[in-house]
């Protein structure tokens, strides 16, 4: 049924690492070969045996309109028309910059790139230059991507294979993150205090979505802003999942509190590799050329990217699609729950707006260590059963899932009734 898939990851195998170009898609926590993908369209992604999946990774969280959305697709192909790349500036960088400073007021100035990985390493190194301090404090299983300040505590791939430490990163590096317990104010006030004017930033993913889907408890993120602004360390707000995700405004806007700078991706490259970071002038300008923190890019502002992203976000801006995600995110919710309540498996259901995930655990899920009490056998278990359902889901316990505007009412019953067949699959 999948017979091309296993034979492609065979093939793949001999060239890449893994088979893979990224750790998770290799479908080692859940077991089975990962799909090679085909096509996809709206809600539908297709297998390279051309089986059809209702598919809720979204390519991990950009398509917010679904696959291959007319309006995205002709921009990138009307910019190509002129050409790919010129290493020069271009007006498509001055209209997505433009709207985005638009629409986070606390982003006067944006600086493009190529990926979040790129987007969070650079401004954790501005924070440094900005306050000339050498500490930065993350989150455990908090993902700020794979640049070397980051890999400790890590979620996402890291998490979701059980990679202890940080072999690569050095010693130094290591020792300037400071880790503080997601969703504990408490532990957070403790490294400022050990440390006092030695923190250049709190980095943070408002709602945690890299190790499952963990949303900020009430406080958490103004706590944050406060202990920031006592202790003279710049607050950054991980946006690459919820920028443009849970509310326009990202989750700055969702929960009211404004960081010093943003890291944004995914959805402002409407699925062209992307990412970009900002914030107030005054800090944005010790970037070079206007400042001495150097950060450069061949492909930074490349035009189908900045096209793919300025038509996603002017659809969104234009036609506010979040009151209707909320509500298929609640319709599916709803469905799923009365599922649960038939079968006698524990499942913790986290989510915020249209990013979600069930935990397969006995109590909620409130931070890394309840996260951690899950059954992540069961879950591969459950992967696969819906995978033989026609339900693509993201191949860790550990990952956010994601629904689009394309998702329809039918694909929502879909998949309440492929939840339901796969937890009876499981229980046997
Ligand atoms: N959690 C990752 C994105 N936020 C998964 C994507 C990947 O690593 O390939």
């Not at 309006?71 to 050409?83: D, P, R, S, Y």
């Not at 190194?125 to 404090?137: E, H």
Request: with cysteine; hydrophobic share 40%; net charge negative.
């Amino acid at each position: 049924m999948r017979d091309t898939s296993r034979k492609l990851f065979d093939e793949a195998k001999k060239y890449m690492p893994g088979g893979v170009n990224s750790p998770v898609r290799a479908f080692r926590s859940v077991g089975g070969d990962p799909l090679f993908i085909s096509k996809a369209a709206g809600s539908r992604i297709h297998d390279a045996d051309d089986n059809a999946y209702i598919d809720y990774v979204c390519s991990w969280g950009p398509l917010i309109f679904g696959h291959a959305r007319y309006e995205v697709l002709k921009a990138v192909a009307e910019t190509a028309k002129n050409g790919t790349s010129f290493g020069a500036s271009t007006p498509g960088e001055i209209m997505l910059a433009k709207i985005i400073t638009g629409i986070y007021p606390s982003i006067d100035k944006v600086r493009m790139v190529n990926s979040g990985t790129e987007a969070t390493m650079s401004a954790v190194r501005l924070a440094r230059g900005f306050t000339r301090r050498d500490k930065i404090i993350k989150f455990d299983g908090c993902y700020h991507g794979h640049s070397d300040s980051f890999l400790i505590k890590a979620g996402s791939g890291a998490l979701t294979l059980g990679i202890p430490g940080n072999p690569g990163v050095t010693n130094g590096t290591a020792a300037d993150t400071l880790i503080a317990k997601y969703n504990h104010l408490d532990t957070v006030r403790e490294l400022f205090e050990a440390n006092n004017e030695q923190i250049a930033c709190v980095i943070v993913e408002p709602v945690a979505g890299n190790a499952g889907v963990i949303p900020p408890v009430e406080g958490f993120l103004k706590g944050l802003r406060d202990l920031c602004t006592e202790n003279g360390a710049l607050l950054i707000f991980d946006e690459v999942i919820t920028g443009f995700r849970i509310a326009l405004g990202g989750a700055q806007e969702y929960y009211g509190v404004t960081p010093d700078l943003t890291c944004l991706g995914k959805i402002i490259g409407g699925g062209l590799p992307v990412g970009a970071y900002g914030g107030k002038a005054e800090i944005m300008d010790t970037i070079a050329p206007d400042g001495p923190v150097y950060q450069a890019g061949t492909l930074a502002g490349n035009p189908l990217a900045m096209a793919a992203g300025y038509a996603t976000v002017s659809l969104l801006k234009n036609e506010n699609p979040y009151p209707q995600l909320e509500k298929k995110a609640q319709l599916l919710e709803d469905g799923l729950k009365d599922v649960n309540s038939k079968f006698d498996i524990p499942i913790q259901m986290n989510r915020v707006g249209s990013m979600s995930c069930r935990f397969f655990a006995d109590e909620p899920v409130t931070d890394l260590d309840t996260a951690m009490k899950s059954d992540t056998e069961l879950f591969g278990k459950y992967f696969n059963a819906m995978l033989d359902n026609g339900i693509y889901m993201a191949p860790s316990q550990f990952e956010a899932g994601f629904i689009s505007v394309a998702h329809s009412n039918d694909d929502i019953e879909r998949t309440i009734d492929a939840h339901e067949k796969a937890l009876g699959m499981i229980l046997n």
